[in-house]
């Protein structure tokens, strides 16, 4: 087949393209050229900008385009007014952001509420949701019939540098006694990048349509799951803390934002432990009947993990590449596990009889 892929530089992107490849599908994609890639060398790449010229576009005709660059309704529409009877299916990759009900303990795409579109929102998350709404909307009216919509959650795996998506495993490599702060039965989900594309690959080669919630570990799995394939994995002891006891503990802030469970909005534990587990309930039933399977996700964070070290040379010692959005450097290192021995011995001391 041939398929555009609109985007395909960044994360999901290139995982994206190597899976069509492999699949013997000719790719071309679309993208500014801002953002570099080592894309599979068959790969054609056309340039230009969803924001004020898409001209590129003009004339060309494929069997299905893979939209991973939207974030309005305008860029939906500038470029889907030329493709519109162009391509024979449409993917629009949307996000969970969409869901306005924080308090649902469970998202599914059959009737939860969403973001109004029309209003402006006030925070930066649900501008983001409110204008992936929008761009849904204009997909739809744009493919009608032939339209496949996934609402991901959070997509981890090598490429991705969101220091939850690699610290836990960066850290259990290390050995020792490691501290892990959280509730070991909250249920986590993360999607591995490899399994996301090999999935989607399957949905356009059948024309798939519809929409679709994307998560996973499928089976689902908890905290202490995870952390226990991590501990199994590289021998490390882990010494599990609660929140409340966490949050109260000064040094708090070095750890919190590298782990699963907080988002820093603000102090209250009821606050903290929705986090990013609010966005941690997709219910998947959907994807797993179109044959969502996905690797464990012990293997995803070490895969990140392992990525992100060859990114920076070693994370113990002397950094090869300078990119500044990378984490953790190596002096952030010595700091972390400054502040996770001090939080271990006061726990120890706390436990010990007197
Ligand atoms: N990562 C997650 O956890 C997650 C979760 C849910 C949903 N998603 C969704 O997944 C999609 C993105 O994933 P990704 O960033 O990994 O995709 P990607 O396709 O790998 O990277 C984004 C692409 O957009 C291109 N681009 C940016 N601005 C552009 C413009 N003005 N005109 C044309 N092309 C432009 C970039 O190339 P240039 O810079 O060269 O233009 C790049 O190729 C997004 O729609 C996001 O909402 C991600």
Redesign the pocket.
Known sequence: MKVLVL????????HLVRALVSRDHAVTV??????RAELPRAVEAIV????RDVTALIGRAWDSAID??AYTADWVRRTGLILHDRVAHYTF?S?NAVYSDQNLHSWTVEGDAVHDPSVEQLTRLRAYGAGKVAAERAAEELFPGRLLTIR????FGPG?TFPPSTYLAARAARGGEMLVAGDEGAIVQFLDVRDLASWLVLQIEAFATGLHNLAGPVPQATLGDVVGELSRAFGTRVEWVGPEWFIAQPERHTLESLLFWTDQRDDTAETHRAGFLHTMRNDIGRARQAGLVTRPGAETLIDAARWLELELGGVDGQESRSRASLWPRSTEWEHILDVEQSLLSRRGRLRSPR
């Open positions: 985007g395909g530089t960044r994360f999901i992107g290139p679309f993208r500014r050229g801002h953002t230009g900008d969803r924001e991973l660059s990759v996000s991901p959650g959070w997509v991705n």
